[in-house]
């Protein structure tokens, strides 16, 4: 009969160290994949809200430009008949 082998205490610590800090860091990455597809999901959300604003604001006050720091508005010029006047 031969007698089992075993690797050194240093070693199997040292290997199992090694085994430990990679299982560790796939779960941080994979926590980190759900959290960025959970901002995804809530970016997508806040430009459909953003976007229903836009339309409610363009609704109330025409095609404007508004300036977020003091809210004043600007109404946006129409430069088509510009353009077809240089064709």
């Known amino acids: ?3 089992v082998k075993k690797l050194a205490k240093e070693q199997l610590s040292k ?3 090694f085994v430990n ?3 560790q860091a796939q779960n941080e990455l994979g926590s980190m994949e759900v959290r960025k597809h959970q901002l995804l999901h809530q970016i997508a ?3 459909d809200d953003f976007s ?3 339309k409610e604001l363009e609704d109330e ?3 404007v430009s508004i300036n977020i720091e003091d ?3 600007k109404e946006i010029e129409n ?3 510009e353009s077809n006047s240089q064709d």
């Open 15 to 17: 290997l199992q160290g």
């Open 1 to 3: 009969m031969s007698k």
């Open 79 to 81: 430069d088509t008949d």
């Open 61 to 63: 006050y025409g095609k």
């Open 45 to 47: 959300g806040t430009r």
């Open 71 to 73: 809210g004043t508005l």
């Open 52 to 54: 229903a604003f836009q």
């Open 21 to 23: 800090a990679l299982n």
